[in-house]
């Protein structure tokens, strides 16, 4: 096939929607925030970045179960045989072909989902020296108070751990497969082959109920006790 004869078989299509992009961008600025509050011991700062986080991970995990089509878990989560097959050519140059997240892709995002929701979570059990306790202090035996700051330590530098690998997925599919992934999510649109049907989107008042549902939780979580 032609140069010219590929140009006119792919198109210019919307694969990401708003809420995906604004939960990720903003998870990127959190996660920022919280090492940085964390280095500085700017807990305060620190507390409200987490409670922040954590009601983007909750609309997240909503947005996954009633958003856009490419947003939704049950499109992009394939049997782990084909995340495997996918990683075994991920040094091959071929076209993108994915509207959405690829079968390696989507089990790491899943993955970090998973460490975003368990460290906000036990960040709502942990002490802290500027508010003294969290909201979880006094129904909680001190000793499972303390392995719950362990592992929210541990966690985060896990949680570091796996944005890293991210990072380097991202430059290789750049740098060797030709593909690139953060266009996309700053866009929204991705070009791919003109016979593949975009993803269908849900509208902006879903987002935006769900949205509030998910700061409700939050806040809800935060305030307890």
Known sequence: M????????????????LPVRLFHWGTVLLVLALWVTERWNWMA??????QTLL?????????????????????????????F??????????????????????????GLLALLLAESLIGVFVNNDVADEG???????AAVLNLASDLHAWLFQVLLGAVALHLTAIAIYALVKRQN???????????????????????????????ALAAAASWALGQYG
């Open 135 to 141: 909201p979880f202090t006094e129904r909680v035996p």
């Open 181 to 211: 992934l953060v266009g996309p999510m700053l866009t929204g649109r991705k070009i791919l082959p003109a016979s593949i049907p975009p993803p269908r989107m849900a509208g902006l008042g879903r987002a935006a109920l769900l949205a």
């Open 55 to 83: 009601a983007l991970v909750i609309f997240r995990l909503l947005w996954g179960l009633f958003g856009s089509e490419s947003a939704r878990f049950a499109s992009f989560l394939r049997p782990p045989a084909a995340a």
């Open 2 to 17: 032609t140069e010219g004869a590929m140009r006119t078989s792919t198109r210019k299509m919307p694969v990401w929607d």
């Open 85 to 110: 097959a996918h990683l075994r050519e991920i040094f091959r140059r071929d076209p993108d072909t994915t509207p959405g997240h690829n079968q390696a892709g989507g089990w790491m995002v899943a």
């Open 45 to 50: 700062w620190h507390i409200l970045a987490g």
